[in-house]
């Protein structure tokens, strides 16, 4: 999960200022030191190393050619270039750019697509064998027959075929969640915070990306060919 940057008030106008002057009209909470620390550390440190980590992901996996391993390496591109986006949004704009902020979700539910597909190729190319004509499935002893030796059906196919409605069931339970109007305002080492998110931030990423997530997943289709 992406770690959460502290919102900076600063009195101006426009976006920026309907931002800012809500520093006045939401509650004050104090945060211990220790919560001080950890919002430091997670956004100026641990965010830094992550986002180091992914690029050298990418670098280790460059000339790699397996599916799964080329879906992960672009899953850590989008991921790297979604934080970036958020850091330019933080640092350059103190939070106040819809453009930035909607790069940086998109790059997170492209990077999270990615990833995801990346690991059901890992499962069924290393693990499962389903895809692969030639090679026994790890669920012949569960299914009893299997559709590569016999006229029958494929049990894990049609597992799949209630397990994918029901994700997108869980998927299209997040848009119709209440909207998050929760912020408090505080200080972190003598600085004025404010943490809440704008409801146009949270309906791009409750409205928009659980539909795409669900729909733009070709592996799960795919297991159902």
Request: aromatic fraction near 14%.
């Amino acid at each position: 999960m992406d770690a959460e940057a502290p919102r900076r008030p600063k009195a101006t106008t426009g976006i920026a200022g309907e931002r800012r002057r809500s520093w006045g009209s939401f509650p004050f909470r104090k945060s211990p030191p220790i919560e001080q620390a950890i919002a430091v550390l997670s956004y100026f440190f641990i965010k830094p190393i992550y986002m180091l980590l992914s690029l050298v992901v990418v670098a280790v996996l460059w000339k790699n050619t397996a599916t799964d391993l080329v879906a992960l390496r672009w899953g850590m591109i989008s991921f790297f270039l979604g934080e970036s986006a958020c850091a330019v949004n933080y640092f350059g704009f103190k939070e106040t750019s819809y453009l930035w902020e909607y790069l940086h979700g998109a790059g997170m539910f492209v990077s999270f697509g990615f990833i995801t597909y990346a690991v059901l190729e890992a499962i069924d190319a290393r693990i499962l064998g389903l895809s692969d004509s030639q090679r026994r499935c790890a669920a012949t002893r569960l299914c009893g027959a299997c559709i590569k030796q016999a006229d029958v059906p494929c049990g894990l196919q049609r597992s799949f075929y209630l397990l994918i409605p029901a994700l997108m069931v869980i998927a299209m339970m997040i848009p119709l969640a209440d909207w998050h109007d929760n912020s408090y305002n505080t200080v972190i080492f003598g600085q004025p915070y404010n943490y809440g998110h704008l409801r146009v931030e949270q309906h791009m990423r409750t409205g928009i990306a659980p539909p795409r997530r669900w729909s733009c997943s070709p592996r799960r289709w795919r297991f159902c060919c």
